[in-house]
C-alpha cells in the first residue's frame, strides 16, 4: 500500500488482507502473463476504420433539468471513437486496472487524425439520433482511458468534438472520462466555455474502492486515494461558484471485485457512497457514483 494512503479508514481488517494477498501472489504471476498475452494479439489487430466510431448506443439515465426547469427524459446516448489507447494499459504492457479487458480493438493505433475523431464523434451522435427519433439529452463520450490525456485525445478533437455538441439544443449534459492525473481547473474552464451557458460538463473518474487495499492491490487502479483526493480539492479552489453549478464528478464503484465476499462489496459500496458526500461537501462540487457491477466478458 502506498504510503500516502496509509492513513485511509480501512474496510477489511488485516488478517483478511493478509489472506487476500496470499491469494494475489499465487494468482498474479498467471493472470500478468495472459493480459501481456492478450495485449499483443489486440495489437495485431485488423485495420481500422477511424472515420467510423467505435460504437454507439443508448440507455437509461438520471433525467436532467433543462434550460426552462423541467426535468428531461431519462436517456443517455453512449458514444466512443478509436483513438490509442489508454496510457495506463501502455504502460503496464497491457495489464492495465485489474478488471480491464478494454482498448484491445485499438491496441495497435499510434495515431489517429482529431479530423477523423471529431467526425467519428459527429456520426455516433447522428447515429443514436437516427435510432431514437431525438438526441438524448445526456451523452457520453467514453471511449477506453482519458479523454483528458492530450496524448489519447488532442485538444484540437476535444474543440471540435465539444463543439458538436454545443451545436445541438438537444444535449444539455456532456460528460467524459478521465484518470485523475490528465484533469485541470484550466481545461474544465475551456471546456466548458465551449458548451452553452446552459449545458453542462461532467467528469466519471475510476476511483472503484474508497478502501486503499482493494483500490491498490486487488484493483491496482495506479493511483491513490490521496492523490485523488488532492487533485478534487485542486480543481474545487481553480473552479468559481458560476463554473460549479455547471460541473460535476461521477465516480465509478466496481461492485464485488475479485476476493471480495457479498457482505464485504455491499459494505464497500456502502462506504463509497457516504464518501462522495464528504467529497461534495468538501469541494462544492456535485458528486455521483456509478455502481459498476463486475461481469466477466469476452477474452478474460
Ligand atoms: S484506466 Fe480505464 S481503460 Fe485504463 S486500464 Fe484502467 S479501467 Fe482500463
Redesign the pocket.
Known sequence: MSLDDQNKTQLLPEERQAEISALLRSDLPERRASCRKIWEKGGKAKEIDTRKPAWATFATANPVRTKDGAKSIGVRGCIAIHKVP?A??IETHGE??S??G??LDDAGLTYVPPADQIYAAGTAITNITNALGYTPPVIEFIP???SLNDDEISPEARTGIFEIAAKNDAIIKFAIES?PQYITAQEIKRLLSLLRDDQSLEIYI?LESTDPFVLNEIIK??FTISQFENKIMEIAEGLTPEEKKRFSFCTYHLFKPPYLGEKESIEAAVAMGSQIKEYEAKTGIHFSVKYEPTVISDTT
Open positions: 489508454c495506463y494499459k492495465g486496472c478488471h480491464c478494454l482498448s477506453d482511458g482519458s484518470r475510476g487502479k495506479g
